[in-house]
């Protein structure tokens, strides 16, 4: 309704808005061509935003967007029920191989270990949630481990989705060739199955 419309917040939302393209980082004078806003106006609302985490602006004074609307969209209830069937997985994986199972997510050129099991075995790969690496391929999440190696398999996603993979990670020769890329198959098998057969449930 017309009555419930908050104009300064309708601005504050047009401009987060501006930053879904692909284009990272963008000058002052790119948001105000995409946005229509003037400079003045464009400068107040990305102060009020840049105060809560949704906008940063670096050192070149470009603006990218803050640590905010990821915070949030994590706190999601789809990624709730994601770690709810992906983690007993993983818990099967490590206790399976004696490895360090982890689900890890990929965007923008960094991972990130979202899930992880650890085995009981002392010489492991300690992944921990919440860690971080950069990427050089979109498709390839995997760190650099000297001495260790790690395994990865893409889960199906939709196309707004983020990028998910099954990882199985540990000393390099410990387990025989395509052992753990074998227990990571089947472990999306596990994962895909039930979902596949609700999509298909009338």
Do not use: N
């Not at 004078?29 to 102060?47: D, H, I, M, N, P």
């Amino acid at each position: 309704m017309a009555q419930d419309r908050v104009e300064a917040v309708e601005r504050a939302l047009t401009v987060l808005d501006a930053f879904d393209a692909e284009q990272e980082a963008f000058s002052l004078a790119e948001l105000a061509q995409a946005t229509g806003f003037y400079k003045s106006t464009l400068l107040r609302l990305l102060g009020s935003l840049e105060r809560f985490d949704y906008v940063q602006r670096s050192r070149d004074g470009r603006w990218r967007l803050g640590s905010s609307p990821v915070r949030l969209a994590r706190r999601h209830a789809p990624s709730r029920h994601l770690a709810a069937r992906v983690q007993p997985q993983l818990e099967h994986l490590a206790a399976e191989t004696g490895e360090t199972a982890a689900l890890l997510e990929a965007r923008h050129g960094e991972a990130e270990c979202r899930l992880v099991a650890l085995p009981a075995s002392d010489l492991r790969h300690d992944l921990r949630p919440g860690s971080r690496w950069p990427t050089t391929k979109d498709d390839d999440p995997r760190p650099v481990l000297p001495g260790g190696h790690m395994e990865c398999l893409a889960l199906t996603t939709g196309p707004d989705e983020p990028h998910f993979w099954l990882s199985l990670s540990g000393p390099t020769g410990r387990q025989p060739a395509g052992a753990w890329r074998r227990a990571l198959q089947a472990a999306r098998g596990r994962l895909e199955a039930p979902q596949a057969e609700e999509e298909t449930t009338p």
